[in-house]
């Protein structure tokens, strides 16, 4: 209906499940933003969720109040948010870079030096 993929349709229902059942199996239209709050903080420092997972959590959540129960939710404050660890990119520096390509060779060698030519990296496509 809302041309979500599968996946986020069947990852939505998965924690719409789990907030049920953390929730004692009351239905969530009985529940209070308070419940939301002690669900999404329980992932947070219990189950010590990434962000990106808790975030997933509270979209799905706001699915379901919003859409299929039409009963928004007022603003979550007070939310204990999952922390997002500090990520410094790894870069090799040219001579790295060279070294690395030196180490190589036949036509293992050939595609390094086609990709590092061209700017490909290993996750895109």
């Not at 799905?60 to 007070?78: C, T």
């Not at 036949?106 to 061209?118: C, D, E, R, V, W």
Request: charged residues 25%; hydrophobic residues 45%.
């Amino acid at each position: 209906m809302r041309r979500y993929s599968l996946r986020t349709e069947e990852a939505y229902v998965g924690w719409v499940r789990r907030f049920v059942r953390f929730s004692g199996l009351r239905h969530p239209r009985g529940l209070l933003p308070s419940d939301v709050r002690r669900f999404l903080s329980h992932l947070a420092e219990e189950e010590k969720v990434s962000a990106s997972t808790q975030n997933q959590a509270l979209a799905a959540i706001l699915f379901l109040y919003r859409h299929a129960l039409r009963a928004p939710l007022p603003w979550l404050d007070g939310i204990e948010r999952a922390r997002r660890p500090l990520r410094l990119p790894v870069v090799l520096t040219r001579a790295e870079t060279g070294r690395v390509i030196d180490g190589i060779s036949g036509t293992a060698k050939l595609l390094a030096i086609l990709m590092y030519g061209s700017g490909l990296r290993l996750m895109e496509r």
